[in-house]
């Protein structure tokens, strides 16, 4: 049989999951392109081809065309569940979830539907994540359960014994301490309530501010020396006044030797830019990897949505797409075997009541 | 939900023009001859035209400026572009249609059969004599085997008949017919795969013209270092495709100890 020498089996499998292969096709399809530019740049300047900048450029090109690889490497090492939590599936959740349409394409935007993938039985919690994109609740939510699990139970179960032959644990300390009063107590679930309710009134969704901003700075970088133009037909002047240098015969203006970050932007600007076209992300989806593979009720959608296209925006369509592997990460039982979760105080404002 | 022939279609157009832009067109760019250092002093020589003119120089003395052709054989630089431009095309599209095959062939494939419930009918098919005349096509209607209806579109009209009872899908559907024709006979193993014999043809076929112009340059005493890289990464493609076509024998051999055992 053959052996991985490389790397044992176990360590190659939570690297690059179960199969290579779509890894493999990335890679030598990032090879072959950096390949053909080199053809052209060697088309272009002949046998002056090798200078530093070539080699630079080149190295920017084949990073740029390998993000496809390096980022199916993140989504697929996401094995990672809440009683294993690991950190690269904080970063594999973080990445998919709001930079790239990767595994998860959009959050369904029913909050009972959220709730249930999240594994949890409160329809305010699926309230906040529809609203907030479900960064700061989810993803903090992992790295609280990865800082558990992998750092204070291992810590807690510490035991020293005291030459006396008693034993003392960091659990036995912490008890000391006096839990909070029930007044305080009030106060912070009444906190956590308003919180709800301010997000999920007046919350954005961060995977759509993301792609907003990005765009936005792309327009303004090429927009370049008539920033100041445009900035003058809507009304604002804030460059320096004109200068009243005298120019004899033969005056040039230098032109400026593009900076590396002008050439990574020119390089990034179509990718990114068609990504958030069609997708409202900054990095393009993997069809493989997309959620939700049942053929025939894809097709039967279809013809459901020519029916009735007047009534149901493309949006929406496409929000239903539901997640898989999220379903894998969050709904195994969240808490691990130590704790005990005390009894849910009833004073919370139920926000599942409201008309919106 | 958008079936994920269409996704995969989007995905690769928008990757194929990524290509396009960043392999073939930036090198061309001003700010690029800029960065890289071959233009001197950060000005190409259209630029700098505007200042020489001016004091009676309109020619370069040395025309190494002028002639930045690496394969000047007869085509020039400009065959050389259109050929890397054939190249980025082919190697892109079929290393990600492979790709596709190779992750979604039981989807393919299944949506290849489902999108087979309706066949264009010939005009003069002897089903369509004693026909009555077909109607448009209704969503919300059951049809069964047999059935006939039409659809005009850009002033030609053409004449489904359905395959089987109550046929699934759009009749007039791009995306269900291309899937049809492409994935319908795809199962098994990807070393039987049609699509990937025809990608991995389309490699080789690019490779070995570009060997022929290869050779033609050599014949004709032109330089040819460009069209070796485009060999390199024809090679690399190729390879790329069909890896993922190798049965693995040596897995395969140890399994067949294991139930020997």
């Given amino acids: 049989m053959k052996k991985n020498l490389l790397l044992p089996s176990w360590s190659s499998y939570q690297l690059l999951g179960p199969t290579t292969l779509h890894l493999q096709h990335e890679f030598f399809l990032s090879v072959a392109l950096t390949m053909l530019t080199v053809s052209s740049l060697r088309t272009r300047y002949g046998e002056s081809f090798g200078t530093w900048g070539d080699f630079q450029l080149l190295f920017f090109i084949f990073l740029w065309f390998l993000r496809h690889f390096l980022l199916r490497c993140i989504c697929t090492s996401d094995i990672a569940t809440t009683r294993r939590p690991t950190i690269m599936g904080l970063v594999a959740y973080g990445w998919t979830s709001h930079f790239s349409a990767g595994q998860y394409y959009d959050r369904p935007n029913n909050p009972n539907v959220i709730a249930k993938h999240i594994g949890s039985s409160h329809t305010d919690d699926g309230h906040v994540m529809a609203t907030i994109s479900s960064f700061f609740s989810p993803t903090l939510r992992y790295a609280w359960q990865l800082w558990l699990i992998r750092v204070w139970f291992p810590i807690s179960s510490i035991h020293f014994v005291t030459p006396s032959g008693r034993t003392y644990s960091i659990q036995s300390f912490s008890s000391m301490i006096p839990s909070p009063s029930p007044r305080l107590r009030l106060g912070i679930n009444k906190a956590y309530s308003n919180w709800n309710d301010f997000w999920t009134l007046h919350g954005l969704s961060l995977q759509s501010i993301i792609a907003k901003v990005t765009t936005v700075m792309y327009i303004i970088y090429f927009l370049g020396k008539k920033r100041n133009k445009v900035m003058k037909m809507v009304g604002w002047n804030f460059s320096e006044e004109e200068s009243t240098e005298f120019h004899p015969y033969g005056y040039h203006n230098r032109l400026d030797v593009p900076t590396l970050r002008h050439m990574l932007i020119l390089l990034t600007a179509v990718g990114t830019l068609g990504s958030i076209t069609l997708y409202g992300r900054i990095s393009l989806p993997f069809p493989d990897l997309v959620a939700g593979s049942n053929v025939l009720k894809a097709v039967r959608g279809e013809v459901k949505s020519t029916t009735t296209q007047s009534s149901v925006s493309p949006q929406s369509r496409i929000a239903v797409v539901p997640y898989g592997m999220l379903r894998v990460l969050l709904t195994d039982d969240i808490t691990p075997p130590d704790v005990v979760i005390p009894p849910k105080e009833t004073n919370q404002v139920s926000i599942t009541k409201r008309k919106y | ?261």
């Fill in chain 2, 1 to 261: 939900m958008e079936n994920k022939f269409r996704l995969i279609c989007k995905i690769a157009s928008i990757r194929l023009f990524e290509a396009l832009v960043i392999s073939a067109i930036v090198p061309w760019m001003g700010s690029t001859c800029r960065y890289t250092g071959h233009c001197l002093e950060g000005l190409s020589f259209i630029e700098l035209s505007r200042i020489l003119h001016p004091i009676g120089i309109i020619a370069p003395y040395r025309d190494d400026l002028l002639r930045r052709s690496g394969t000047s054989f007869g085509l020039s630089e400009f065959g050389c572009v259109m050929w890397i431009t054939i190249s980025i095309i082919v190697t892109t599209l079929s290393i990600l249609l492979a790709q596709a095959i190779t992750l979604n062939r039981s989807y393919l494939g299944t949506m290849g059969y489902i999108a087979g419930g309706w066949t264009i009918v010939e005009p003069n098919d002897p089903c369509l004599i004693g026909a009555s005349s077909p109607s448009q096509w209704d969503p919300r209607r059951k049809y069964k085997k047999g059935d006939l209806i039409v659809e005009h579109s850009f002033r030609t009209r053409t004449i489904y008949k359905a395959t089987s009872n109550s046929p699934e899908g759009k009749p007039l559907d791009i995306s269900l017919r291309a899937t049809h024709l492409l994935f319908s006979d795809e199962l098994g193993h990807p070393s039987t795969s049609t699509v990937i014999a025809y990608c991995s043809a389309s490699q080789v076929g690019m490779l070995l013209t570009t060997i022929l112009l290869i050779l033609a340059a050599i014949c004709l005493g032109r330089g040819y270092g460009s069209l070796l890289w485009i060999v390199g990464a024809n090679l690399i493609g190729s390879y790329g495709i069909l890896r993922a076509v190798h049965p693995p024998y040596d897995e395969l051999a140890d399994l067949a100890n294991q139930i020997k055992a």
